[in-house]
Nanobody
Framework: QLQLVESGGGLVQPGGSLRLSCAAS????????IAWFRQAPGAEREGVSCISYSGGRTNYADSVKGRFTISRDNAKNTVSLQMNSLNPEDTAVYYCAARLYYYCSGIPSTSDNYIYWGQGTQVTVSS
């Protein structure tokens, strides 16, 4: 059974950076594409970024493109989200989700078949 745990969230000032990690256990991530989602209070959960199971394809929401970078390290069984130039609109709970053989052909959606989810990590951007 694949289990996902997010970490790395916290409080940062506008313009700051954070690096989120999604650590997997119970199985390797080799066969899973990974997506990052975020959800602000009272808002819908939205797709942020994804990376294919092969690691060869990535996609980003327009709101984070150029500021966020997703990567995977299969040897460590983790997927990371480097977040730079953070602004208050990035404040949300960030979740990672896994889908078997996910190719990441577009911006991830909660309507897609993501079976495995982490518990989320809070990111707060405030001065």
């Amino acid at each position: 059974q694949l289990q996902l745990v997010e970490s790395g969230g916290g409080l940062v000032q506008p313009g700051g950076s954070l690096r989120l990690s999604c650590a997997a256990s119970g199985s390797t991530l080799d066969y899973y594409g990974i997506a990052w989602f975020r959800q602000a209070p009272g808002a819908e959960r939205e797709g942020v970024s994804c990376i294919s199971y092969s690691g060869g394809r990535t996609n980003y929401a327009d709101s984070v493109k150029g500021r966020f970078t997703i990567s995977r390290d299969n040897a460590k069984n983790t997927v990371s989200l480097q977040m730079n130039s953070l602004n208050p609109e990035d404040t949300a709970v960030y979740y990672c989700a896994a889908r078997l053989y996910y190719y990441c052909s577009g911006i991830p959606s909660t309507s897609d078949n993501y079976i495995y989810w982490g518990q989320g990590t809070q990111v707060t951007v405030s001065s």
